[in-house]
């Protein structure tokens, strides 16, 4: 139940005065929200400083400046695109206003000679002299009202403008409590100077003195204040995940030595560690929750079936679940080829899969005789039984929902689950990230992997790299050409256009895969390529994860300028699968920018996923990491990622503290937290 105290809070937008039908839809798409509180924790986005300065002679160029001066001149335009002159005068210095397609008549009554006006907007460079377009604020000192002191800045929409949703804003502040506890730790609120909880909104919605510091500070306790509710939610859930009993999976050391001896080469130190820490979880009473988090190539695969050897051997099936057809059989074959010659009993299940070969392997997985399985969705169809169904693994988690894997997870009684993502994310925002999942990384790559060669090529050399492709084809090997649009009148480098040339200049059979297609027109084209019946695919970025095509020795990226690093560093992570030396051919349209020089000149030094995707976060921000994105830890309301990673390490450690020593959340504090997880934890983890 929510607290009585907040329902004002959580009113409709249209509750506020000057709300109406017209103007709700577009706040909503504003604030991205329905509630007035959304409409709070839409911030300004900086502040600007209207106060009267003491001369116009002080103002600079560039600036916003609210400046007062007698009107000295007014000059009408010279010809139609000239605008209105009305020049300023205090006895420093003049000020030029421009206004253009205005009326004379209009601007004369405004601006009557001899007249003190006060305005405010920003002071440009005008042939030497200091002008000022189209005034902010025009106003009449003996009349008044002066310009706001300080005036916050929000993003805006259509049909919205900054004095709108301003006047909104002030509105909602009336709604907030005087009285809410304070859910923060004291000490710490102290030792940062932080304001209360509504004296920090007061502070950034209605300030009363322009003060950067002040304005840093609010919007940091804020923060803190959304840091602290989400870790909170966490560490319940970890602990209401602790009171669950989940089968125990006894260790199976002499099982998994049994595949590691079967292996032509010798698993990495992290893959050992990460296969213990898992057996670790398993063997305990509660439900693993666990990420498996692994560069490009650093083999998630044998780890995931180290722990489906383990189940198999204390009686338990395991199931792999991947999110397309094409993942779910190549999961399949490797699965197979590292477990069935050891004697487990592997499948594979996917839509495809339909009359006596379905009834086959759901038979199979409800007498257990089916020990491991692969499969898309199709797993967690109401037909589909287990009989004792232990492990759950899913991999390239981030394009499943959280519905998803519990529907799997739902298929017995609190099975282990482990959930697996080739996409790294900087290691000073795993916390925010992987939430309530304790995490294995996987930062080696295994002995004896090709490192890819990464060529940065102007496209100007296209006919060289197309040249390239088809002696590579003629050596029997594949080739990847990815595109970043699929089809566009005015540019060439699309993917319809480009897999139309390929093919006439080629002349070799030629794929192509974009999301434009249906999902079995996309599986399709996939497993054409993997098989060999296409020789160059040419897609668009759909391809980025999860396809294994050994024999694919080259990827062209077209306009890779425009690619974020850790996107190009999953792109190339499709080639050098294989023996034979492979090459990332970055082609790119110049002249370069100097942020995309430095993109690729990252991508050319280091093939570590992990300083990539930390390179990337400082290059790009928290918004534009594809990992991020992909985990959904870029919808926070107040966080900024790049400056309030240390913030979240903060709030865990407190989050932890209080819940361990309060599971009910009753204390004083406690009760204070709830208040702060309704205002600030979204729906989806409270």
């Not at 190549?330 to 339909?354: F, H, I, M």
Request: glycine fraction near 8%; charged fraction near 30%; aromatic fraction near 6%.
């Amino acid at each position: 139940m929510r607290d009585e105290r907040l329902f004002p809070l959580f009113e409709p937008l249209d509750s506020l005065s000057g709300v109406g039908p017209k103007l709700k839809p577009a706040l909503e798409r504003l604030v991205d929200g329905e509630h007035v509180w959304d409409l709070l924790l839409h911030l300004p986005e900086r502040w600007v400083d209207r106060r009267v300065r003491a001369t116009i002679d002080e103002t600079e160029f560039g600036e916003v400046a609210t400046v007062k001066g007698e009107v000295h001149a007014y000059h009408p335009p010279y010809n139609d695109k000239s605008p209105h002159r009305v020049q300023l005068y205090d006895g420093t210095g003049f000020l030029t206003l421009a206004f253009f397609r205005a009326d004379g008549r209009w601007l004369q009554g405004q601006f009557p000679m001899g007249k003190e006006r006060i305005v405010s907007g920003r002071i440009e460079d005008y042939r030497g002299e200091r002008q000022m377009t189209h005034p902010d604020y025009i106003v009449d000192p003996s009349r008044g009202p002066l310009p706001p002191a300080v005036e916050p800045i929000y993003r805006l929409t259509a049909g919205l403008t900054n004095k709108r949703v301003h006047g909104f804003a002030e509105q909602a502040l009336e709604r907030v409590p005087d009285d809410l506890p304070e859910w923060a730790d004291m000490g710490l609120v102290e030792a940062k100077r932080w304001p209360e909880f509504k004296e920090a909104l007061q502070w950034l919605h209605t300030p009363e003195t322009y003060d950067d510091e002040k304005f840093a500070l609010a919007r940091e306790r804020l923060a803190y204040d959304e840091a602290l509710a989400r870790e909170s939610a966490f560490a319940l859930a970890r602990m209401a995940r602790k009171r669950r009993s989940a089968p125990s999976i006894p260790h199976a050391d002499e099982r998994i030595a049994e595949l590691i001896r079967s292996l032509p080469f010798v698993p990495t130190g992290a893959q050992m560690q990460a296969s213990e820490q898992i057996a670790e979880d398993m063997a305990g009473t509660s439900p693993m929750r666990r990420m498996l988090q692994g560069d490009v190539g650093a083999g998630k695969t044998l780890v995931g079936a180290m722990a489906a050897v383990q189940a198999a051997a204390g009686g338990f099936q395991s199931a792999f679940m991947a999110p397309t057809e094409v993942l779910a059989r190549q999961q399949y074959e490797t699965l197979s080829r590292l477990l069935s010659p050891l004697g487990y009993t592997v499948a594979a299940l996917s839509g495809r899969d339909k009359g006596s070969v379905r009834e086959a392997i759901l038979m199979g997985l409800a007498d257990g005789s089916i020990q491991i399985i692969a499969g898309t969705h199709a797993l967690f169809q109401e037909t589909v039984r287990f009989r004792n169904l232990g492990l759950v693994i899913v991999d390239e988690q981030h394009r499943f929902g959280v519905a998803d894997r519990m529907k799997l997870a739902g298929k017995a009684e609190s099975p282990h689950m482990l959930v697996m993502s080739a996409t790294p994310i900087p290691r000073t925002l795993a916390q925010a990230v992987n939430g309530d999942l304790d995490v294995s990384i996987l930062d080696e790559k295994p002995a004896g992997r090709k490192p890819v060669e990464t060529r940065a090529i102007p496209d100007t050399r296209l006919d060289e790299v197309v040249d390239a492709v088809g002696r590579a084809i003629s050596r029997g090997e594949r080739v990847f050409w990815v595109c970043p649009k699929v089809d566009v009148d005015d540019d060439d480098s699309t993917a319809v256009g480009r897999h139309a040339m390929l093919s006439k200049q080629l002349k070799v059979p030629v794929g192509l895969v974009h999301g434009r297609l249906k999902a079995a027109e996309k599986d399709s084209a996939l497993e054409d390529f993997r098989t060999g019946a296409t020789r160059v695919l040419v897609a668009t970025t759909v391809i980025e994860v999860g396809v294994d095509v050994p024999e694919a020795t080259i990827m062209v990226i077209e306009r890779a300028e425009g690619f974020g690093l850790a996107q190009l560093h999953q792109l190339r992570g499709r080639v050098g699968r294989g023996d034979k030396p492979s090459y990332c051919l970055l082609l790119y349209r110049p002249p370069l920018g100097e942020l995309a020089r430095e993109r690729i000149e990252t991508l050319r030094r280091t093939d570590d996923g992990f300083e990539i995707a930390e390179a990337d976060f400082k290059l790009r921000g928290p918004g534009d990491i594809l990992g991020l994105r992909q985990a959904g830890a870029t919808d926070y309301r107040v966080i900024d990622l790049s400056k309030d990673a240390p913030l979240l390490a903060i709030a865990a450690k407190d989050a932890e503290a209080l819940v361990n020593s309060d599971p009910d959340l009753e204390s004083v504090r406690g009760r204070a937290l709830r208040l702060a997880r309704e205002l600030m934890v979204p729906r989806s983890l409270s």
